[in-house]
């Protein structure tokens, strides 16, 4: 007996099309493809909204992170340090919050954490 092997994208398209032929209904649809009616109008709907492409996994991280540092002072962190390569996290933070108080500015920790991110700081030597 030959096996067939079918992927999560064929069997998706096979299901809209069964849905979109409309001999059975949603609900017989659903059970004899084992999901729930729920998401097989998700499925169709973004079958509808995109094509074939809607059918993929969408990933499931956050598109923006709420406690983030916003980008701007971000820049502005990585930009004194290009400018003065041998001051550390603290100096930075201390020098920019001397000029521009009214900013609400992260801790040392978290600027260190970005200027790691870039690539700017390098690891303590041992003693």
């Given at each position: 007996m030959v096996w067939r092997e079918t992927d999560i994208?064929?069997?998706?398209?096979r299901f809209v099309v069964a849905c979109l032929a409309g001999d059975e209904t949603?609900?017989?649809l659903c059970a004899d493809f084992g999901v729930s009616r729920k998401i097989g109008y998700k499925w169709l709907g973004r079958y509808r909204e995109f094509g074939p492409e809607g059918?993929?996994?969408?990933?499931r991280t956050p598109l923006?992170?709420?406690?983030?540092?916003?980008v701007d002072l971000v820049e502005r962190?990585?930009?004194a340090k290009e400018?003065?390569?041998l001051w550390g996290p603290k100096k930075i933070m201390a020098r920019l919050r001397?000029?521009?108080?009214?900013l609400a500015?992260?801790?040392?920790?978290?600027?260190?954490a970005i200027l790691a991110r870039h690539g700017l700081v390098g690891r303590r030597r041992a003693r």
């Open positions: 994208m064929d069997e998706r398209l949603m609900t017989e059918l993929h996994d969408r990933p923006n992170h709420g406690r983030a540092t916003a962190i990585v930009a400018a003065h390569p001397r000029t521009a108080p009214e500015w992260p801790s040392a920790s978290t600027a260190g």
